[in-house]
């Protein structure tokens, strides 16, 4: 009567780097590109970098990397189960332009100190204790987070 | 709907100060972790045969009658049922020891009583005999209603250990009380999220397929944010796990429960 579904699938977890850390060597981590937010949004996609949606719906699916799956509902098909605890992405582009998408991926707190929805391309300074391995690391790479807003500018 | 009113909030330009105060409160009524599992999940953990945490409990009584070379077993002290222990003592766990002058667990209790009254070294945390023993003494008193005192010098540290409780913690940047204060009930995938109490532990996980008392949970779900966990004998788990029981209290004890 075991579970198939370990939670570290249900959400954030699997780690890339937990292979690295085993052999004590994490992967170094990018350089983190500085970001400016203009009335709420940021306008500039980071590091200057170009989105590709269908890499972007795969990140937005992976349990490992995105895994946005885990709290909001979106149109993927084959998915069994969605989060509840978010607001549902489908048409969210109906209602949010790409620059605002992309403050609410890269660290929505600048919007709801409260949110509980992870900065995935937070300053790396302000992570409280960050696991080891995750030292000066984003959630994701600057070139996943353009391709999610890319995948997300699609939901109309 | 909670989450509803979070993104109205968030639409109409309200930032959530207010909802910050909101967020800070640890649920009422309390809820065992039983009632968020699977009917399945209860029905294992409700039948002894079926309910693997009581192999722990096997094995803790083995260990609980085992003499050492000092002769003194502790059932020696306790009996070999564990019957000389008083059940309503054990609901109190973990406790504030004047004479050590903090929190002292359950596993505490037992590593001191191996060092000073058998003359043992302590067990490793989380070792399979250290989680056994405090099964099997844990189950002693299952039905007991958890109660961790609240007042006196437990005040302050509980306070301490509630400020633990809503900081944010490693990549995934959230607070325990994100999960479990604002979302029980509500599903992370298909994982439904429980108020995150401590009265079934140690309790047997479906997802790892081992035991774990509460400060091994606590520090899973530490990993699973992305965080350093705090070392086991360190304040800050002491302070968590302290905390967290405290939640608990009126809540029957029913270690070893079967978690996911």
Known sequence: ????????????????????????VPPPPEAYCKWEMVNYSIPAPLCGLKGDALRGEKVVADASRGNCLACHELPIKGVE??????PPLSGIAKRLAEPQLRLRVVDSRHLNPNSI???????????????KGYEGRTFLAAQDVEDVIAYLVTLK | MITRTLSRLLVSGFLLASAGNVLAEAPKPAKSGYEFVKEETRAMQDDEVENTGFIAVEQGRELFNESPASGKSCASCHGEMGEKLDVKNLARYPIYDK???GIVRLDDRINICREKQSGETPLPAYSAELIALETFVRHLAVGEPVNVQIDGEMADLLKKGEELYHIRFGLIDMSCAHCHDSYPGQFIRGQKISQGQGNGFPAYRLDTGEMANLDLRIKQCLVLMRAEPFAPDAEESKLLG??????????KIEAPAIRY
């Not at chain 2, 302290?242 to 809540?251: D, E, F, K, Q, V």
Request: aromatic share 10%.
């Open chain 1, 1 to 24: 009567m075991k579970t198939v579904n370990t939670l570290i699938f249900l959400l954030f977890a699997t780690t890339p780097s937990l292979a690295a850390e085993a052999e004590g």
């Open chain 1, 81 to 86: 189960a969605y989060g509840t605890i978010a």
């Open chain 1, 117 to 131: 929805m992870p900065g995935f391309y937070r300053d790396p300074n302000l992570i409280n204790r960050p696991g």
């Open chain 2, 99 to 101: 004479a050590l002058g």
């Open chain 2, 242 to 251: 302290a905390y967290i029981m405290s939640r608990s209290n009126g809540l």
